[in-house]
């Protein structure tokens, strides 16, 4: 269960933080390189 809510956590952490990544961000196509670099870890 802690465990469990762990994953919660960073899960709700990380939405937050990629908020913030799409409100710096003005351009879109910077967003989405950083999706990719997040998903598969390098470029």
Avoid: K, P, V, W
């Avoid at 409100?23 to 910077?30: I, T």
Wanted: net charge negative; aromatic share 16%.
């Amino acid at each position: 269960q802690l465990a469990n809510r762990e994953i919660r956590m960073f899960t709700l952490m990380q939405g937050d933080f990629t908020l913030r990544i799409i409100d710096s961000f003005e351009e879109l196509d910077h967003f989405f390189i950083l999706m990719e670099y997040c998903l598969y870890g390098d470029l």
